[in-house]
């Protein structure tokens, strides 16, 4: 058995829980914290057989997405740059870390 811990942004977290229900797959939402994901970004727990890893993998990036984003420079104290110009930045919809699970209980 594995565990996948997936770090979603919370634009994606309901699709990716709504598509994961879908597929006979069950997650646990943990709200969290950190500077990985601007917007806010939650933890997935979701325990899968090692045969059905891939499986739950497609689900995921399926209803996570990659999207655009603008963002406004940085700032600074200079004056006359164009560093507050607009530039169009690739947001990812999240990261996952699989590991192995050494006992599975349920009580």
Known sequence: MKLIIAILSNKDVQNVLDALSKNGFSATKVSTNGTFLEGGHSSLFIGVDEAKLDEAFEVIKGA????????????????????????????????????DVEDFIKF
């Open 64 to 99: 996570a997405s990659k999207r655009v984003v603008r963002s406004y420079g940085v700032q600074s104290t200079l004056t006359g740059t164009l560093l507050k110009q607009p530039v169009d930045v690739e947001e990812y919809g999240g990261v996952a870390f699989v590991l």
